[in-house]
């Protein structure tokens, strides 16, 4: 069993809602057993991934909750978005802000919460069909040309702002990296005339610990 933070919602946004790509309107989750776990997105343009690990001995057992296994399975994003939305911000007991997963069987996974009292427990009709293999995209072990670390809130709203100066028409942006940890150099061009440029500065800090 794995426990998924309730932020990890966020990640559905990254699915795709074309009917044609049935798998990718999905969400693979993956455990790989002592709590630790992969998450992973993907519309078939872009793909997020995310890692952690937990403490699912910590959670409280619920009624109708397996005690799962490692494997993997794919759910669709609606069914994971409203399991996490159910988890509820606990005083105290920072364990139960999580939701639990249980694969209880080699392709299907059981959802569960509570806030001590209420239990829910929820299983999920997995995806049919295989997830494509997203982690061949990201870069090998190899050394980068150029490093910086951004602010992701910063990077996000200077995007943002770019596509809506764009009034949602088409636009290609162009990401200038001139060394490492110098400022990166945007610029966008759409199909309506306008020429969007914008410099975001690096953090000058290293990931955290």
Do not use: W
């Amino acid at each position: 069993m794995i426990l998924l933070p309730k932020r990890l919602a966020a990640i559905t946004k990254a699915t795709s809602k074309e009917r044609s790509r049935y798998t990718l309107a999905g969400v693979h989750i993956i455990d790989r057993g002592a709590g630790k776990y992969r998450v992973a997105a993907s519309d078939g343009k872009a793909a997020i991934v995310v890692e952690g690990s937990s403490a699912p001995d910590e959670y409280p057992g619920i009624p109708g909750l397996p005690p799962g296994m490692p494997g993997e399975c794919t759910a669709p994003a609606a069914a994971l978005e409203a399991a996490l939305k159910c988890v509820t911000k606990q005083k105290g007991r920072p364990i139960l802000e999580n939701l639990a997963v249980a694969l209880d069987a080699p392709s299907s996974a059981v959802f569960a919460s509570t806030d001590g009292e209420h239990h829910r427990c929820s299983p999920s009709v997995p995806l049919d069909g295989q997830f494509p293999p997203v982690e061949t995209v990201f870069p090998a072990s190899t050394k980068p040309k150029a490093t910086a670390f951004f602010d992701a809130a910063l990077l996000s709203k200077t995007l943002a702002t770019i596509a809506a100066i764009h009034g949602g028409r088409p636009a290609v942006v162009r990401i200038d990296f001139r060394e490492d940890k110098a400022p990166i150099h945007i610029s966008a061009r759409g199909d309506g005339g306008l020429e969007v440029g914008a410099v975001v500065m690096p953090m000058c800090a290293d990931f955290p610990p």
